[in-house]
């Protein structure tokens, strides 16, 4: 069984940073590509970024440059940096892996960004 769990989640001041952390159990993080999306409120949920396999970053256009993810595979644990925080980065971020069975979600953390 699939379980991620996300941490790091806060309030913060804009301009402000913070280190998001999703720790897997049930399959090798190393082995997928891992994702972080976000949902705002009264937004559907948005792919923020993503890791591959081989390490390959992918970001949305909205978060280049502010927003890096990495992995630790010691740990199976996803992060994501998030630096220069503006108030539209708030809502809740959910760490995502896709299997062969199923799509996986954690239950997410909450970033409040004030202004």
């Known amino acids: 069984q699939v379980r991620l769990v996300e941490s790091g989640g806060g309030l913060v001041q804009a301009g402000g940073s913070l280190r998001l952390s999703c720790a897997a159990s049930?399959?090798?993080?190393?082995?997928?590509?891992m994702d972080w999306y976000r949902q705002a409120p009264g937004k559907r949920r948005e792919l923020v970024a993503s890791?591959?396999?081989?390490?390959?970053?992918n970001y949305a256009d909205s978060v280049k440059g502010r927003f890096t993810i990495s992995r630790d595979n010691a740990k199976n644990t996803v992060y994501l940096q998030i630096d220069s925080l503006k108030p539209e980065d708030t809502g809740v971020y959910y760490c995502?892996?896709?299997?062969?069975?199923?799509?996986?979600w954690g239950q997410g953390t909450q970033v409040t960004v004030s202004s």
């Open positions: 995502h892996v896709d299997t062969s069975w199923a799509s996986n």
């Open positions: 049930g399959i090798i993080s190393s082995t997928k590509t």
């Open positions: 890791i591959t396999r081989d390490g390959s970053a």
